[in-house]
């Protein structure tokens, strides 16, 4: 399983602090799957951006 932020990222970018996230366009993409990475960015982004693929 693979954690993944879907289209409704706008780009922010308030979860660029994390080294494991990379911008791809508007859309962030999680590099790092570590619960340390995935922890920080489910409290930046939005309910239900984030989800496992």
Do not use: L
């Amino acid at each position: 399983m693979t954690w993944t932020i879907d289209e409704g990222c706008y780009g922010c970018g308030r979860c660029t602090f994390c080294n494991g996230i990379e911008m791809v366009g508007s859309v962030a993409q999680i590099v790092d799957q570590s619960a340390n990475c995935i922890d920080n960015v489910a409290q930046m982004c939005p309910a239900g951006i984030i989800h496992q693929i």
